[in-house]
């Protein structure tokens, strides 16, 4: 079998020359790709793979891009066969290919964990090619090939090598790895002395924080208390976080006291208490200071207790407070807390008489009114629910002049609705948007009426609902008003009302689900109805078309080209190191730097739109699309209000030639596909979730291990999934599979993607297949979100790549 190479013309978005382009993919960059056999077309799916053939029977320059291709999709054992076939064909292929050759199979066996390949590879091409610009490269790859032999010593020279070749680029990232390679030796003093140096060297922000901490950790392991206090004091000096500050200032704490600092440590445990009193790290201070004698008021050591959880400590400190002082002398916070702390530990009375001595003793505090209500949902919790809601509506009749009064109207009226007394749940809700118009509790109020009413068949009054939200409201709120209102006046035939409506809920938040229903029941589009014929080929002029719109948006006055990285932009630190960092397979520190400057660039449109198409050139896709999502967030649009060009950085069709192929296997639409993996990893192809999720397409282990199976995919193991490939397979499999067992309806299928199959069909039988009625039967309010979401994401795929 021969390699089969197609290559489709793409742009060439380098930052020296201005793009020639004839058509431009949907990448923007010049696609090549094997066409490989990677699968039987039996019923009985085989493992996706790619099998380049011992002869070369293509040109070298394409070979190599058929590698590059492989290497992007996941496939790096056929990346590596390609490189190892380009160079069996020794002096036929020209010198400059063969040491690209050479260097690819480094990188490609490097991140395959091929190490001992990577290291003879990159030997070679070390020693064959030594005044190639990327030899320093080759060095830094080698070495951490040679530490994944835990070849130590010689990983050191490696990155002392590089060091040497490229200084002052990639310091702090080499002397980390020589750090971890001396460490290894148990060499730990040269070891503490490169993480120092290595912390001294620049880097994004994020990893220089790790840094610091790891090297304080290292002191502290080896007493060396002193050493730590100051890393984690340089690190005080920046970080911005008040969680992690609350945590380092502990760690810093500690390192006084063990050092032998008490005085000093137990002041700093003081601080501790004083500014961070509501976080975990405040109780462990105050103990620390209460365990060597320092004393701690009981007031704070109240608040302090109560906010970590410690309830009965919190009710003894508050006890001994109170008994302490008059009742003049006590604020009324004090009972109040206390009456919450009863509360938790399951005191009612005792909780229901601390929030009554505020309501006799303490009338004209700000705090009468939450006392009001805490003593009502102490009620509701000790599970006296009519008595709860008498408290509540108590409130709101006798207090109607409090803030909390529409509060007390809601809670009465969402206990009602809750447990099956709607028809008297919709009279209080009435009741609560006509009195308290402004309160942000009346919106929400009406949502839950207008249920009740449709639930009860009253549509004229659920419409009547909708329609006083949609005045109401803004943004998904009031798309969400609307595009009820337009769905009941269709249902009692008024066709022109339904019409304004839907319109009005697609303008009001056109890049939510909302506002995409509403324009499918407009165009009487069916929920996932793919297009006719997907297309991801464009012309160039969309480029044009995208640079005139960010110059009259923004106000930019430049000339020529605007794609290409400002002076600014690439000399950023940022950029050199993360470029760099890519280069030698680094993605995840590469990945921290674009971060970082993508954060600081958030607001400018302009330098988001180069760096989107800079980072979509490196194939850092997670982040181009974030880049791309900042200029459109800055434009303040909605994505299909932007230029097609930009709109599709943002709603990208990465991967094509693996997400095509899957999607055609397993009978399911490609853009529903891309939507999925758009929701599920946003192109990560590392992402991972609590819950053992991995990959585009954030398959659940067990999940996994079952198609796996189905798939015949040898020596399974859960990391495969951080293939782009594997990901996408086994996502689409999964993906294909619900679709087939709900008989094409897209729908349930999402729904059993992400709550199971189960789950699914109950909800299915529930709504009789109805899209909008099923998705008032989810009980899963995450679920529902997941599949409103990936509605929403599908349709602007159907809108920027379908042709009907």
């Known amino acids: ?180 390679a001396e460490l290894a030796l148990g060499q730990e003093s040269a070891a503490l002395e490169s993480y120092k140096a290595a912390a001294e060297a620049s880097r994004g922000l994020v990893p220089w924080l790790a840094l610091r901490e790891r090297v304080a950790q290292i002191d502290t392991a080896n007493r060396r208390y002193a050493e730590a206090l100051a890393q984690y004091d340089a690190i005080l000096e920046v970080a911005r976080n008040a969680p992690y500050r609350a945590g380092i200032a502990l760690l810093a704490a500690r390192a006084l006291i063990n050092g032998g600092s008490l005085d000093a440590g137990l002041d700093r445990m003081e601080q501790i208490v004083t500014e961070y009193a509501e976080l975990p790290e405040g109780y462990h201070a105050m103990q620390t200071l209460r365990q060597n004698g320092r004393a701690v008021d009981s007031i704070t050591r109240a608040r302090v207790s109560y906010a970590y959880g410690d309830y009965e400590g919190a009710i003894e400190a508050l006890n001994q407070y109170t008994t302490e002082r008059t009742i003049s002398e006590v604020s009324a916070d004090v009972h109040l807390m206390r009456g919450r702390a009863y509360r938790e530990i399951g005191s009612t009375q005792a909780a229901l008489t601390s929030f009554q001595t505020i309501i006799n003793q303490y009338t004209t505090d700000p705090l009468f009114g939450e006392a009001l209500l805490e003593q009502g949902r102490t009620t509701f919790v000790g599970g006296d629910i009519p008595g709860a809601i008498q408290r509540y509506l108590t409130i709101a009749s006798t207090y109607d002049y409090l803030p909390e009064a529409p509060e007390a109207l809601w809670r009465a009226g969402y206990l009602y609705a809750t447990n099956g007394e709607a028809s008297l749940a919709r009279p209080i809700f009435e009741r609560l948007a006509d009195t308290y118009p402004d309160a942000p509790q009346a919106a929400d109020g009406l949502f839950l009426a207008a249920t009740a009413a449709y639930n009860a068949g009253d549509t004229a009054a659920a419409e009547r609902y909708y329609g006083e939200l949609a005045a109401r409201t803004t943004g998904d709120d009031r798309a969400d008003a609307l595009l009820q209102a337009g769905r009941l006046a269709l249902q009692r035939g008024d066709s022109q009302g339904a019409v304004q409506a839907l319109q009005q809920a697609a303008q009001a938040a056109p890049d939510s689900y909302y506002g995409a229903r509403a324009r499918d029941i407009i165009t009487g589009q069916q929920p996932f109805a793919p297009p006719a014929v997907p297309t991801f080929q464009f012309g160039a002029e969309q480029i044009q078309q995208a640079e005139d719109w960010l110059r009259q948006t923004f106000g930019i006055t430049d000339e020529g080209a605007l794609w290409v990285l400002s002076p600014t932009l690439e000399s950023d ?171 094409g309806n897209v729908t349930a299928a999402l729904a059993g993607y992400n709550a199971g199959p189960g789950r699914a069909a109950q909800w299915l039988e529930v709504s009789g297949g109805d899209h909008d009625l099923f998705l008032n039967a989810i009980t899963i309010s995450s679920t529902r979100l997941y599949v409103q979401r990936i509605y929403g994401y599908y349709n602007i795929y159907r809108t920027l790549y379908g042709t009907e």
């Open 573 to 743: 630190s940022r950029i050199v190191r993360g470029k760099e960092l890519w280069a030698v397979a680094a993605y995840d520190e590469a990945g921290d730097e674009f971060g970082d400057i993508i954060n600081s660039y958030e607001d400018d449109g302009l330098a988001s739109y180069q760096l989107a198409i800079f980072l979509r050139g490196l194939g850092a896709y997670n982040a181009s699309i974030q880049a791309a999502a900042n200029v459109i967030i800055a434009a303040n649009v909605g994505t299909l209000d932007a230029p097609p060009f930009i709109a599709r950085m943002r709603y990208p069709a990465y991967y094509l030639d693996v997400v095509q192929d899957s999607s055609a296997r397993h009978d399911i639409d490609p853009l529903l596909l891309y939507a999925l993996i758009r929701h599920e990893s946003l192109f990560d192809t590392n992402a991972t979730a609590a819950a053992g999720e991995k990959g585009l397409t954030q398959v659940i282990p067990s999940t996994a291990e079952y198609i796996a199976t189905q798939l015949r995919w040898s020596n399974y193991q859960h990391a495969d999934l951080f293939r782009p490939y594997a990901g996408i397979e086994f996502g689409a499999f999964f993906l294909g599979e619900q679709v087939q067992r709900f008989d």
């Open 1 to 180: 079998m021969s390699l089969l190479v197609i290559i489709l013309a793409g742009c060439n978005l380098d930052a020296t020359s201005t793009p020639q382009v004839v058509i431009v993919n949907s990448e923007g960059t010049p696609l090549a790709t094997a066409a490989p056999s990677v699968i039987e077309s039996a019923q009985a799916t085989a493992i996706p793979t790619e099998t380049p053939v011992p002869t070369l029977t293509v040109a070298p320059d394409v070979a190599l891009l058929a590698a590059e291709r492989s290497m992007l999709n996941g496939y790096y054992e056929t990346a590596v066969l390609t490189y190892e076939t380009v160079l069996a064909q020794g002096d036929t292929v020209p010198a400059d290919m063969r040491a690209s050759a050479a260097f690819g199979l480094g990188q490609s066996a490097v991140r395959e964990g091929l190490f001992q390949q990577a290291v003879t590879a990159l030997t070679t091409f070390i020693e064959d090619y030594p005044n190639d610009d990327r030899i320093p490269q080759a060095h830094f790859l080698r070495g951490d090939a040679y530490l994944g032999l835990s070849n130590w010593t010689t990983a050191i020279a490696d990155f002392r090598a590089y060091l040497s070749l490229r200084p002052d680029l990639l310091d702090s990232y080499a002397l980390e790895r020589i750090a971890d």
